[in-house]
C-alpha cells in the first residue's frame, strides 16, 4: 500500500510541474508586462513632448511665414505707390519740357530769333534794357531750377524703387528659407505622430496579454489549490493499481470541478512552416512562446485558458480560416513535431 501511494505522489507531481512549465512557457509574467508598459509609456512621454515642441517650433514658423507674407504685400503697395509717383514725375518733366518749347517759340514769334537785341531796340534806355534781360535770365533760371528738380525727383523715386525691389527679393529668400524649414519640421512630427500610434498600439497589445497573464497565473494557482486538495485526499484513500493507472490519464482533465469539457478535433501547425507568421492573433510570439491554440472564438473565446488531452494547458491565442466549429489547431515548435501531432480527437477543458 505504502508503495502505491508513493507511485500516486511522483505521478501527481510529474503532472503538476508538466502543466506549470506549460503555463510559465505561454506568456510573460504579469511583472514583465509590467515592466515592458513602463518602458513602452516613458517613449510615449518622450514622444508626446517631443511632439509638442515642434508643434511649438510649427507654430513659429506659421507666425514668421504670415509675417513676411503681410511685409511682402505691404511692400508691393509700396512699390505700386513708387512707380505711381514716377510715372507722374517722367510726365511731369515731359510737360515742362513741352511748355519750355511752347514758350521759346512763342517769344521767337513775338520778338524774332535775337531776344536780347529784340528787347535792347524796343528799350528806351540802357537801364531798361538791363532790367529786362535780368527778368529774362531769372525767369529762364527758374525753369532750370524746376526742371533740374523734377530730374532730380524721377532719380530718387527710381532708386527707392529699386530699394524696394531688393527688399521684396529679400523676403521671399527669407520665406524659401522659412518654407524649408517648415517642411523639415512636418516631416519629423509625421514621424512622431507614427512613433506615438505605434506606441499606443503596443500598449493595447500589452493590456491584452497581461488580462490573458492575469487569467493564466490564476488558472495556475486554482489548479495547484485543486492539485493539492486532491493530493491530500488521495493520501487518505485506499487505492488500488487500476486507480493509480487510470489517474495517469484522468488527473489533468479533471482538475478544475465545473469547467466546460468539449470534444474536438484537433490539428497542428508551427510559425517555422513556410509562409507562417511569428505573432498570433492576439499578439503571442510563438516564437518566444510556442504554447498557443488556435480556436474558433464563437465555441471557445479568445484568451481563455484551456487544457487539451495529449497537449496539456494553454490560451486559447490564435484564429484561423479553416479553424470553424469544434476544431482546434494546436501550435508546436517545430513543424516535425506538428506533423508528428497529425490529426486526432481530443478532450478540452475551458478551465476560466
Not at 478535433?265 to 504554447?291: D, R, V
Request: proline share 1%; net charge positive; with cysteine.
Amino acid at each position: 500500500m505504502k508503495i502505491k501511494k508513493a507511485v500516486l505522489l511522483v505521478l501527481i507531481s510529474i503532472l503538476f510541474n508538466l502543466r506549470a512549465a506549460a503555463v510559465v512557457g505561454l506568456c510573460d509574467s504579469v511583472a514583465d508586462i509590467h515592466a515592458k508598459q513602463e518602458s513602452v509609456k516613458k517613449q510615449l512621454d518622450q514622444n508626446s513632448n517631443e511632439l509638442s515642441g515642434k508643434m511649438d517650433e510649427i507654430n513659429q514658423v506659421y507666425q514668421k511665414l504670415s509675417d513676411l507674407e503681410g511685409k511682402k504685400k505691404e511692400t508691393e503697395q509700396q512699390i505700386t505707390q513708387t512707380q505711381t509717383k514716377l510715372q507722374q514725375a517722367q510726365q511731369e518733366k515731359k510737360n515742362r519740357v513741352r511748355d519750355a518749347k511752347e514758350r521759346l517759340c512763342e517769344l521767337q514769334k513775338r520778338q524774332g530769333t535775337n531776344t536780347s537785341l529784340s528787347i535792347l531796340e524796343k528799350s528806351t534806355s540802357l537801364t531798361q534794357w538791363l532790367r529786362s534781360m535780368i527778368a529774362l535770365q531769372r525767369l529762364q533760371s527758374v525753369y532750370n531750377d524746376s526742371l533740374a528738380a523734377v530730374k532730380q525727383s524721377i532719380v530718387d523715386i527710381s532708386q527707392a524703387k529699386e530699394q524696394l525691389q531688393g527688399y521684396k527679393s529679400n523676403l521671399v529668400s527669407q520665406e524659401r528659407q522659412v518654407n524649408d524649414q517648415k517642411a523639415v519640421l512636418d516631416s519629423q512630427m509625421s514621424d512622431l505622430k507614427k512613433k506615438i500610434a505605434d506606441g499606443q498600439s503596443e500598449m493595447k497589445q500589452l493590456a491584452d496579454r497581461e488580462q490573458q497573464a492575469k487569467a493564466m497565473e490564476e488558472a495556475q494557482k486554482k489548479a495547484a489549490e485543486e492539485e493539492a486538495q486532491k493530493q491530500k485526499q488521495q493520501q487518505v484513500q485506499q487505492t488500488s493499481t487500476k486507480t493509480v493507472d487510470n489517474s495517469k490519464a484522468a488527473t489533468s482533465a479533471d482538475n478544475v470541478s465545473g469547467s466546460k469539457t468539449l470534444t474536438m478535433s484537433a490539428t497542428a501547425y508551427s510559425t517555422e512552416a513556410n509562409g507562417m507568421g511569428t505573432y498570433s492573433a492576439t499578439g503571442i510570439n510563438l516564437k518566444q512562446h510556442p504554447s498557443c491554440v488556435a480556436v474558433d472564438p464563437s465555441v471557445i473565446p479568445l484568451g481563455s485558458i484551456i487544457w487539451v488531452s495529449g497537449y496539456g494547458v494553454s490560451v486559447a491565442g490564435d484564429t484561423g480560416t479553416a479553424i470553424k466549429g469544434n476544431v482546434i489547431d494546436l501550435h508546436f515548435a517545430t513543424v516535425a513535431q506538428s506533423m508528428a501531432w497529425g490529426r486526432r480527437t481530443v478532450t478540452v477543458k475551458i478551465l476560466n
